[in-house]
């Protein structure tokens, strides 16, 4: 927690989350000249500073509607808009932490988390950031190793470091914490939640836990089998930290689960 | 340079329980050593038994040499607890210093003492080492010349594929144009454009470096174009969704991962461009080590033939260990790489 309030606590950077707007957007895949529909017409507008998690069946396509997002691919119909301004290509306001790290192996641990400030050519004044970055996700001493030498988790929490120095406006999150073991999980969670809450950030999160979903977020946003509809949209009115055995997530957690075809006696 | 040592397994770490086995174990570590000073002392003695079939001046040099070596190989194998990682380095490399040996014997007797090969074509040891103190100015300006047309060639080549590959791989119209030209130019063995290169260029120097260049940058080309064509799109999402320019996509991005294709190509330029260089060196440049063999033959000196041989291995051996330690330098990244 001391790691994330000194990523926090950069002066000259302000820490407000954007506005996300996504109106009715479809879109669609060619494959072998088929097409395959992936999203009809979602809608989600997220307010500033929220923490929204997407929740479907794998394979819908939320992978697909966080590049949208991003601004790497662009929709088949319908608008993004960041702030009301148009999402037309990638930028560093919205930073995205894939399902895969992707770490570059070529590049040691410090290197890799130092990419997104070397990009904007900024990383010779603010090299004090990856430093805090690493320590936030406990990776201090693997600074110099290389991604090869990396297990699984850590490369994730390298991936994480790597999307949280650049003190995004919307924070971007496909599955980060799905290969990390079940007590860094919770760590992390944690973790991402004070720095969420101290640098208010907007944060989309696509997971497969239900649990997670209802620990961390604001919102839940449920979607249907591919191609993926807005099935349901949850608010999660409870103050920070929660408690996984709280009767009311318990409670949120049957219902979504049986959204998502499970039978409730789960 | 790695060297495979033959009993890694048993050096060290036995238990020593009685007499037996520490003697054993003793002649199992310096066993080699004292046959491989054994050899070399042999190698010694036929050089200097027998009387010379022909007339060598350097026959007693090069016997006392031999008396040498087999006296630092038997100090060295004995006192090679306190030598440190000189005396492990001798103890790896004694059983070949033992085949060496071996060979040179039955060279030495083979050649200058009973004259089993023929003669003028199976130079004895001793006259190859005569050519190396004997016509040493001569050999060294053909090695200046050799490297330094070798080195200009390869250097312009490996620059220019490099770029044209980096290109080729980025630029969709780059490689409209070049693409067609490269399949078509690039499979032609460079020495078929011998004869036109030495009558267009101003000179034969300026051709064969054109040539070499030629032979090295068609496969740099080809393998960094394959490389920077083969990295995976996610990482350029990466470094887009961070805010990266073109720029850094190509220099940051697709360039590093691209390394190791392009050092493929190099080493297989490398290969090529020797090829041309020796060809060039006999049929037009009148300098460096391929003109060398080329006179040699002329006045039937086979020993100065074999001298070149040798010192052309040493060379080309060397470019390649220079190549491959560039590489681990530069892809220290990279796990499990070869080892030269
Ligand atoms: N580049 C692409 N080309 C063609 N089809 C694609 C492409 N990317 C994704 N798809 C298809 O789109 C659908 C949705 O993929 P997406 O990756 O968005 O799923 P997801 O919801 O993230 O699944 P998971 O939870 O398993 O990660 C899949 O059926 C997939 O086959
Ligand atoms: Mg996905």
Redesign the pocket.
Known sequence: MVAAAALAEVPGHSAAGAALDIEQVSHA?D?DGAE?P?LTEVSIAVEPGEFVALL?P????????LRLVAGLDKPQSGSLREDEIRITRPHPSRVVVF?DPTLFPWRTVWDNVALGLEAQGILTSQRHRVDAALDLVGLSDFRTAYPHQLSGGMAQRVALARALVNDPKILILD?PLGKLDSLTRITMQAELVSLWQRKGFTTLL?T?DAEEALVLANRVVVFSE?PARVKADIRVDRPYPRHRGDPYLADLRRQILGLLGLDATW | MSTYSLSDGRASGAPRLSRAPLLAHWFLESGPGILASAAWMIFGLSCLWWEDVGDWSRTHSLGIAAFVIAAVALFGTVSADYLGSAGRALRQRAPWLIALGAFLTLWEVATAKFAWLPLPFFPPPQSIIEVYTDDLPKLLDSVFASVRLQLGGYLIGAAAGFLTGVSIGWSRAVGYWVHPVLRFIGPLPATAWLPIAFFTFPSSWSASTFLIALATGFPVTVLTWSGVASVSTAYYDVARTLGAKPSFLVLKVAIPAALPHVFVGLFMGLGASFAVLVVAEMIGVKAGLGWYLQWAQGWAAYANMYAALIVMSLLCSGAITLLFAIRDRLLVWQKGTVKW
Request: proline share 0%.
């Open positions: 895949f494959i395959l992936v479907g794998s394979g819908c396509g939320k992978s697909t509607l399902q599955e696509v497969h591919r």
